[in-house]
């Protein structure tokens, strides 16, 4: 089953702060969250295993919160940069643990503007 | 810094012919996985191999896919009578694994069906 993502969309000028959400009806093992710009590959942003942990670099951080089965990226102060389509990507942990199949989320598309 | 490469970029052939998509993962990972993205629309999971065997599958994934390592470094998805809505980017990823679980992904390979 699909983690839910949220906003679907959202435009920032340049500096402000943005958070997405990812979040699923069933217990998950790990969270990853991926940047996608149009017509390449996603890239690998951070992954939060069971446990709540927050982990972040640079101006992106993002939290995981196992009792709620929900994750939140959060981006602070804006770059041009920062726009493309964000996906969060999940593991329930059944077969491989940390190394399942990520089932992902439709994505939110953020745009940042000068 | 390593990264995983895919041939060929693009892929066109016509329904019903059978296509290899071809994929080097990164060196001394130990999962490979691939994962297909429709134009507009999510990322999604196909199968996962690890040890020299599939290691988890979608219901994607049906009888007309097959994996292979033919060597130590290169990782093929076949699709042996292609449809119509194959038509997709796919994605080749690897993971490290052993406590490392970051899923990087390659390029990818736009196939189109006509």
């Known amino acids: 089953q699909q983690p839910v993502q949220s906003p679907q969309a959202v435009i920032l000028r340049e500096g402000e702060d943005a958070v997405i959400n990812c979040s699923s009806s069933k217990a998950l093992y790990s969270v990853h969250w991926y940047r996608q710009k149009h017509g390449e590959a996603p890239v690998f942003l951070m992954i939060?295993?069971?446990?709540?942990e927050q982990k972040g670099h640079d101006k992106i951080s993002a939290s995981f919160n196992e009792k709620k089965q929900q994750s939140s990226l959060y981006l602070t102060a804006s770059q041009l940069s920062y726009s493309g389509t964000y996906f969060c990507g999940t593991q329930r942990g059944y077969s491989g643990g940390g190394a399942d199949g990520l089932t992902f989320g439709k994505g939110t598309h953020l745009i940042i503007q000068p | 810094e390593p990264e995983v490469t895919q041939t060929p970029s693009h892929q066109v052939t016509q329904m019903g012919q059978e296509v290899i998509l071809r994929c080097v993962p990164i060196?001394?990972?130990?999962?490979f996985y691939w994962y297909r993205q429709i134009l507009g629309q999510k990322v999604e999971f196909l199968v996962s191999f690890y040890n020299n065997e599939i290691s988890e599958k979608s219901e994607i994934f049906d009888d007309q896919f097959s994996v292979e390592r033919p060597d130590g470094s290169n990782f093929t998805l076949k699709i042996r009578s292609t449809k119509l809505e194959d038509s997709a980017m796919y994605f080749c990823?690897?993971?490290?694994?052993?406590?490392?679980?970051?899923?990087?992904f390659g390029p990818g390979t736009r196939l189109t069906v006509t």
């Open positions: 990823a690897s993971c490290a694994g052993e406590r490392s679980y970051e899923q990087y």
């Open positions: 060196s001394n990972h130990l999962y």
């Open positions: 939060l295993l069971k446990g709540g």
